[in-house]
């Protein structure tokens, strides 16, 4: 399993219309290899992160080149609302535990 994270820092004045914007579907949940979406927003820190789990890297390229992600960044949101640029990173999922 992968995780794809967008760290994004929104201005306040935007932040509702943002978080709104990752609650709709725009198709991801239809494809294959998507395990899941969370949104992280900011308690102690200045960044929202956005992230993705995948199964793999091919998944979430596939997704990326694809229509789903088309639809996903349609009337993009305009420059103001980003205050830094956004930092993307994959990782591999290596070490999962939860309550025993």
């Known amino acids: ?29 239809e494809l294959p290899g998507f395990l899941g979406l969370k949104l992280l927003a900011p308690v102690d820190a200045e960044t929202y992160i956005t992230m993705t789990f995948w199964e793999s890297v091919e ?8 229509k789903a992600y088309d639809r996903a960044h349609t009337d993009r949101s ?10 993307l990173e994959i990782h591999e999922v290596v070490v999962e ?3 025993e």
């Open 1 to 29: 399993m992968i995780v794809v994270e967008n760290r994004v820092q929104i201005a306040e004045s935007h932040a509702e219309t943002f978080v709104q914007r990752l609650k709709d579907s725009f198709g991801i949940e």
């Open 97 to 99: 535990r939860g309550p």
């Open 59 to 66: 998944d979430y390229e596939a997704w990326k080149d694809g």
């Open 78 to 87: 305009p420059g103001e609302v980003f205050t830094a640029p956004n930092e």
